[in-house]
T-cell receptor, first 115, second 113 residues
Framework: EAGVTQFPSHSVIEKGQTVTLRCDPI?????LYWYRRVMGKEIKFLLH????????ESGMPNNRFLAERTGGTYSTLKVQPAELEDSGVYFC?????????????FGPGTRLTVT | LAKTTQPISMDSYEGQEVNITCSHN???????ITWYQQFPSQGPRFIIQ???TKVTNEVASLFIPADRKSSTLSLPRVSLSDTAVYYC??????????????FGKGTKLSVIP
């Protein structure tokens, strides 16, 4: 079974540019999450999809971030325009809905560098 | 969301049992305790979760006292490949069968030969 995949693995962009990160969850997983770790900080929750619907987006930092999950399969996270403080590692995770289970499957992350 | 406190780092010799203790004084009645492992350049990986008493799987054991204000992850006979960062998390139910994970700083475990 393929795991969670993320693309690209590393992106370097200039301040003010736009970047789109992609996440392909494990097939059949309705839950999809985005997290990020900015330099020197803890991994922070960004948002959670259940199929194509946003269940919780309380962690999204501001309106420069837009997450979508069309068709309930893969998801994209767009940052527009990117700022220096957006640099960090963005993780995607997925899980199958199961009450009482905290097991989420994480992808390898996308390292974003904004210069 | 309950905050967790755990050691910043630990060193252990290969073959020893490692116990990492985590404090979560403000854990809520419905919260579970879970542990994740992370290797460099990889995403976190689920190890174990529990609510109370003891839970054991093929990788680790988790000990939770009756007051649930702390928990201890036990790794038997560690090897060099167990060198990683270990996160203690207290998850909060966010609906639709899923849980929002709140990561702390983690404990960096270094296994030395």
């Amino acid at each position: 079974e393929a795991g969670v995949t993320q693309f690209p693995s590393h992106s370097v962009i200039e301040k003010g540019q736009t970047v789109t990160l992609r996440c392909d969850p494990i097939s059949g997983h309705d839950n999809l999450y985005w997290y990020r770790r900015v330099m020197g900080k803890e991994i922070k929750f960004l948002l959670h999809f259940v199929k194509e619907s946003k269940q919780d987006e309380s962690g999204m930092p501001n309106n420069r971030f837009l997450a979508e999950r069309t068709g309930g399969t893969y998801s994209t996270l767009k940052v527009q325009p990117a700022e220096l403080e957006d640099s960090g590692v963005y993780f995607c995770a997925s899980s199958h809905p199961k009450y009482g289970s905290y097991e989420q499957y994480f992808g390898p992350g996308t390292r974003l560098t904004v210069t | 969301l309950a905050k967790t406190t755990q050691p910043i780092s630990m060193d252990s010799y290969e073959g020893q049992e490692v116990n990492i203790t985590c404090s979560h004084n403000n854990i809520a009645t419905n919260d579970y305790i879970t542990w994740y492992q992370q290797f460099p350049s990889q995403g976190p990986r689920f190890i174990i979760q529990g609510y109370k008493t003891k839970v054991t799987n093929e990788v680790a054991s988790l000990f939770i006292p009756a007051d649930r204000k702390s928990s201890t992850l036990s790794l038997p006979r560690v090897s060099l490949s167990d060198t990683a960062v270990y996160y203690c998390l207290v998850g909060t139910y966010s609906g639709a069968g899923s849980y929002q994970l709140t990561f702390g700083k983690g404990t960096k475990l270094s296994v030395i030969p």
